[in-house]
């Protein structure tokens, strides 16, 4: 079996917030790895701390304990090998589909013909060919996702982090997305953190689950998923799977 080669260690994360009126604890004592390749999901219910976690590994908010060792070496603030697309993607309006994609090269100082090359091929993988000049209110919500995520591709990052993106998709455009998601990771393979509390999300998009408890977060449970691709969401495997994950979960189901 191939050695699995890890990208980021996540060691005894904690962040409380200090106040006039007291205090309040977001994550408590977190570690897991996220190995290089992988979809990585992590699953837990709505304001448990989730979202706090992931600005600490991605450097925009300090935790108050524990340590991020990325490739090996300890490391504090911004990290320019992470991406992150969110719920709320704050697209630029004013801007077209391309404008947006390209946004973070053009303040790299890249050419515009060599930006513009690469904009294009990630607009290509997610399925917007042809909509490069639209304007984001043009684009239906599962369209405007999918600017989010060729923007976040097109800054090269080695590491991408997913904070619940299709959770305000309607059901369809949402299986849609998680189906375009995973052929764009396969042919990318770019290792992905993605957050979600949705648990057949999870089961379907992930190859392992990080289990998070009611707030503050803690590692309940990691489950390891060996059903290959394309999962069937009614085969048994898949059922006992979320059954299983249902049974230990603080989520109201």
Excluded at 65 to 86: S, T
Aim: proline share 4%.
């Amino acid at each position: 079996m191939e050695q699995q080669v890890k990208r980021m260690e996540i060691r005894h994360l904690s962040k409380t917030f200090f106040s006039k009126k007291g205090y309040f604890t977001a994550i408590d004592d977190v570690s897991f790895d996220v190995y290089d390749g992988e979809f990585l999901v992590i699953l837990g219910p709505g304001r448990c701390g989730k979202t706090v976690m992931l600005n600490i590994i991605a450097g925009v908010e300090d935790a108050t304990e524990g340590q991020i060792i990325y490739n090996g070496k300890e490391w504090k603030g911004l990290n320019p090998e992470i991406g992150m697309v969110f719920q709320k993607l704050a697209l630029m309006s004013f801007k077209t589909v391309i404008e947006n994609v390209e946004l973070a090269l053009k303040f790299r100082g890249m050419k515009k013909e060599e930006r513009r090359e690469i904009a294009r091929h990630y607009i290509k993988l997610v399925g917007l060919e042809g909509f490069e000049n639209y304007y984001p209110k043009q684009l239906s919500g599962g369209m405007q996702q999918r600017v989010g995520i060729a923007r976040a591709y097109a800054a090269n990052p080695k590491l991408l982090i997913m904070d619940e993106p299709f959770g305000k998709l309607d059901a369809q455009t949402r299986y849609q997305m998680q189906e375009d998601l995973l052929k764009i990771w396969e042919k990318e393979k770019r290792t992905i953190i993605f957050v979600t509390n949705n648990i057949e999300e999870a089961c379907y998009l992930g190859d392992r689950i990080i289990l998070l408890s009611d707030c503050p977060a803690k590692v309940k449970e990691v489950y390891p998923i060996d059903i290959p691709r394309p999962r069937d969401m009614v085969s048994r495997e898949f059922l006992e799977l979320r059954t299983t994950i249902s049974d230990n979960t603080d989520l109201s189901i």
